[in-house]
């Protein structure tokens, strides 16, 4: 059973950086797509960024040049640093492996001075 836990929400303020993990279990990461959505109060989740099994990236254009998405096969995690951060970027982040359709359970981060 594949499982992906996230970590290293927080609150930060505005223009600062966070890194958010999501390690894997019971599967190898890089074999298919990763990617991270968003999910902000009364919003619907949105995509933010992903990495194939190549390693190829794509960004959503509201974070593109402020975040990276990346992965680490030998520690089968998978990261999104996000610098510049914004008050709009406020959401409960989620990974998602497209081998198994897997959802991890979500961080929080909030971006408030």
């Known amino acids: 059973q594949v499982q992906l836990v996230e970590s290293g929400g927080g609150l930060v303020q505005p223009g600062r950086s966070l890194r958010l993990s999501c390690a894997a279990s019971?599967?190898?990461?890089?074999?298919?797509?990763m990617g991270w959505y968003r999910q902000a109060p009364g919003k619907e989740r949105e995509w933010v960024a992903t990495?194939?099994?190549?390693?190829?990236?794509n960004y959503a254009d509201s974070v593109k040049g402020r975040f990276t998405v990346s992965r680490d096969d030998a520690k089968n995690t998978a990261y999104l640093q996000m610098n510049s951060l914004k008050a709009e970027d406020t959401a409960v982040y989620y990974c998602?492996?497209?081998?198994?359709?897997?959802w991890g359970q979500g961080t929080q981060v909030t971006v408030s001075s």
């Open positions: 998602h492996w497209a081998g198994s359709n897997t």
């Open positions: 019971g599967a190898i990461l890089g074999m298919y797509r």
């Open positions: 990495i194939s099994s190549g390693g190829t990236t």
